[in-house]
């Protein structure tokens, strides 16, 4: 035991130094090889007085000798009896640990090849990562001929197909775009997995390990496979070696900097690497830059070898079914390929490209390596020629297929060398607001989630399927984010003076431009309409419908505005501000086509509502109802927001007069929680704050006071953890605290305070950044607009609407639209007195409102 001992304290001295060894600058592949030896070594140490009869292999990374300082150390026990070898496996576990190898372990038997062969691909997987330490060694080389004779052309088939399903359902589950802000460094698109992948399907179909003695990782002999038998080009190859190493590289860090086993490359992490790269905090851009871009080349690889698998496996097809596209390209089973040898024209990219959006297919490993090469030297082949635009603007016309094609073009660097403007959206970052891909990717996805609609039954896929030409919408998603390096604020007035500028260099008329440009200029406004604004406030609904000449331009922003939304963040688009966006296109398009003002249309709505809403309750009369509408100051907005059976039941629970009605109703992912009571001035402050320590989270407000001083406030709500509906065990506790708010009972600043100190060891990973704040008004007929933009915190909606309160500020209405870790809070307002607020206060109402947000943060 005291010889253990020793040995433990030696290796963990060593592996001490080696961890605090590494840095920006050091060699991963260099470290890996010297933990897994140190490892190696120590075992054998470990093991020196012990004869063994089975055989002792490393396994997964440890095998590749790609370990990370706090990845798994795996290890494979091979043995021709369990039950014989049982003890002895169970002391030589035990002398590894009490020497400091604290690894996991599988005990094996050469029957386990075939019963894991079709049940468990994962399982599997492993038996091909192994590499001989100690023991039995006969008997692990007869492992490894029992291994690949188990492989023939039914089970390679088979097991290739199961591989390239894996990769489609980690991509799902962990990003499938090799460009997301916060990326899984090993699991996500592009990442350590995809090209490991790629490693397992070679394994398998050459029959061939990757497991020698040689000193080298596992990736450097995979790569030096690829470069011997002309897989790809050598060029390649060493964009792939370096890419895989950077890849390598930052995970190694991020265990290090975390001291765990972490993969998720969080934006704080992302910082900290960045400084330890040398680059300074102003420089995060370069930094991921150059991550994504290693990033795309290992996903550019795996997609290429996997295409390359699916057509020689998977769905392989006779010559005979291969016909020409022209005299320079031919096609079979939908991959095209190259007859001559030469280098590519630019003509001839566009062309092949074209032939690939039409024929939905993919390019061979030559093709797309000539691409390559040809977009490396595109300054000097005059690239931007306006003649070269025709197969541009022919790709963009058809309804199918164009995103995909896109992002090819992307990936393969053809976009940024055609159009230099897209090639600095590349890679670029918007971190802590609510995108989670960079700028050029997030752009792709949302061409290929308006294609999406096409084969969808919904209002959006009924106007996308009107449209018959497809042009201008592709163009202008294209071009919709051109201009936020240049400046994120103000980039959709840049970015319509950038299109107009491209457009006009690929050979556009007059009209076509403006259309995109119009497009381009105006993307934010219906979100923030519909997202921020009362939709039931004519001036609101005037002030929109104006700015649109024709249904075509309102019909294409709607669909526009959709495409970005739905490509932003998968937790962004939700049935809610669906809703929203629809209301706001219905009633502009309304007015557009019938030549109507908002307030006619609003009229028109209440006029035509059904009067026999008494129908619904046994307990009133439409007299009630009668006096119920007049006694709401002509709120237009009441009868539109409500349903006749929702009026009927206000009017019975204000018949009833209780102090306090809650009411609430099942929505597919919110919760409505309307309350009815009798108006005072903290009382919104107060609902907010009910909601806050019950863990709701507002997503909307909407407030109709009566004459007569009675409220009925109706809020959207979801759990703040699930981000799902309130659970329904949770309603009467809600309703008891309403209850006791209003009528005194409850302090809420205590209850608040509790709030923080209930979630305070999860509140930083709920809201992750400090952030921007920013308090603006607007001009309203009726109202002063206040909109408050802020990153979220726990109980933030109670401490911005108390401290309004404090201020004199009464709220009439209220939206508000949450964007990740960020919030836009709008507020309609009038003073104490009932009147609009006065300019002079405005500075004094930000500068109370910051400081208040301030201390929330």
Request: proline share 2%; net charge negative.
């Amino acid at each position: 035991m005291l010889r253990l001992l020793e040995i433990k304290k030696e290796f963990l001295k060593e592996r001490e130094n080696l961890f605090a060894s590494f840095n920006g600058k050091s060699d991963a592949f260099v470290f890996s090889k010297n933990y897994s030896l140190l490892l190696e070594d120590t075992i054998r140490i470990i093991l020196a007085d012990k004869k063994i009869s089975f055989a002792l292999a490393s396994a997964g990374s440890f095998s590749r000798r790609e370990l990370s300082p706090y990845s798994d150390i795996d290890l494979m026990i091979i043995s021709n009896s369990i039950d014989k070898d049982d003890e002895e496996i169970k002391s030589l576990i035990t002398s590894l640990w009490d020497g400091g190898i604290e690894a996991s372990h599988t005990v094996r038997e050469v029957t386990d090849i075939q019963k894991y062969l079709t049940t468990d691909l994962h399982t599997f997987t492993q038996f091909f990562e192994t590499r001989f330490i100690s023991g039995n060694d006969v008997l692990y080389n007869i492992w490894n001929t029992t291994l690949l004779d188990s492989i023939n052309d039914e089970t390679k088939k088979l097991l290739i197909t199961n591989f390239i399903d894996d990769v489609k359902q980690r991509h799902e589950k962990y990003g499938g775009s090799p460009k997301m802000l916060e990326p899984n460094v090993k699991m996500s698109a592009g990442g350590l997995r995809d090209f490991q992948s790629i490693e397992w399907m070679m394994m398998i179909s050459r029959k061939h390990l990757l497991n020698s003695q040689h000193e080298l990782t596992e990736a450097e002999m995979f790569i030096n496979h690829l470069k011997k038998n002309k897989l790809t080009t050598a060029a390649e190859c060493k964009r792939l070696l370096e890419s895989y190493k950077l890849i390598l590289t930052i995970r190694h860090l991020l265990h290090i900097i975390t001291k765990s086993k972490t993969d998720r490359f969080e934006f704080t992490n992302q910082l900290k690497l960045a400084a330890i790269f040398g680059f300074d905090e102003s420089d995060l851009m370069p930094f991921m830059k150059n991550y994504f871009n290693a990033t795309n080349v290992v996903f550019r690889v795996t997609h290429t070898l996997i295409k390359k698998y699916k057509v020689e496996y998977v769905n392989p097809v006779p010559d005979s079914l291969s016909y020409d596209l022209d005299d320079d390209f031919y096609i079979k089973n939908k991959v095209i390929y190259q007859r001559k040898k030469e280098a590519l024209t630019l003509s001839d990219i566009f062309r092949v490209f074209y032939y690939r959006v039409y024929h939905n297919a993919g390019f061979d490993d030559h093709l797309r390596t000539k691409i390559i090469e040809a977009t490396e030297n595109a300054e000097e082949n005059n690239w931007s020629q306006p003649d070269s635009s025709v197969f541009f603007r022919e790709i963009l016309k058809f309804s199918r297929h164009v995103g995909s094609t896109l992002s090819i073009m992307n990936e393969l660097g053809v976009l940024g060398a055609f159009l230099p403007e897209f090639g600095d959206l590349n890679g670029f970052m918007q971190h802590g607001v609510y995108h989670c891909y960079t700028a050029d990717e997030h752009t792709l996805i949302t061409i290929r989630n308006l294609e999406k609609l096409a084969n969808q039954n919904s209002s959006y896929s009924q106007l996308y399927n009107s449209i018959k030409d497809k042009e201008i919408i592709n163009l202008a998603l294209l071009l919709h984010d051109i201009a936020k390096p240049i400046d994120i604020s103000g980039h959709e007035i840049i970015g319509a003076e950038m299109a107009s500028s491209i457009m006009i260099r690929l050979g556009y008329e007059e009209e076509e431009i403006n259309k995109v440009g119009f497009l381009v200029k105006n993307h934010l406004m219906m979100e923030q309409v519909a997202f921020r604004r009362n939709l039931n406030d004519p001036e609101t609904l005037n002030g929109f419908a104006t700015k649109f000449n024709s249904i075509e331009e309102l019909d294409l922003l709607y669909l526009i505005t959709y495409a970005d939304l739905s490509a932003v963040n998968p937790a962004v688009w939700t049935s809610w501000k669906a809703e929203l966006l629809s209301e706001l296109y219905r009633k502009s398009k309304a007015m557009i086509q019938d030549k109507i003002s908002g307030e006619e249309l609003l009229y028109s709505t209440i006029y035509s509502a059904p009067k026999d809403i008494s129908k619904h309750s046994d307990k009133i009369t439409e007299n009630h109802v009668q006096d119920h509408f007049d006694s709401l100051h002509d709120d237009m907005g009441y009868v539109n927001h409500f349903s006749d059976e929702e009026i009927a039941l206000h009017v019975e629970e204000i018949l009833k007069g209780d102090s306090v009605s809650v009411l609430f109703k099942e929505l597919d992912d919110f919760t409505n929680v309307t309350i009815i009571t009798k108006d005072f001035p903290s009382l919104l402050s107060k609902l907010c704050g009910v909601f806050a320590i019950n863990d709701a989270n507002i997503h909307s407000a909407k407030i109709f006071t009566r004459k007569d001083g009675i409220v009925i406030d109706t809020f959207l709500v979801t759990d703040f953890r699930s981000h799902k509906r309130i659970d329904t065990n949770k309603y009467e506790k809600i309703k008891e605290d309403f209850y006791s708010v209003i009528n005194g009972f409850l302090e809420l600043h205590q209850e608040v305070a509790k709030l923080k100190t209930r979630w305070w060891r999860i509140e930083n990973k709920l809201f992750k950044r400090s952030g921007q704040i920013k308090i603006t008004f607007e001009k309203h007929d009726r109202y002063t607009i206040l909109d408050v933009h802020s990153p979220d915190r726990l109980g933030f909606l109670y401490h911005v609407t108390n401290k309004m309160n404090k201020l004199g500020l009464i709220i009439y209405f209220a939206k508000i639209s949450t964007k990740g870790d960020d919030i836009v809070d709008s507020f309609y307002v009038l003073d104490r007195n009932g009147h609009k607020v006065s300019q002079n206060d405005y500075q004094f109402i930000i500068s109370e409102l910051t400081d208040t947000i301030t201390q929330i943060l």
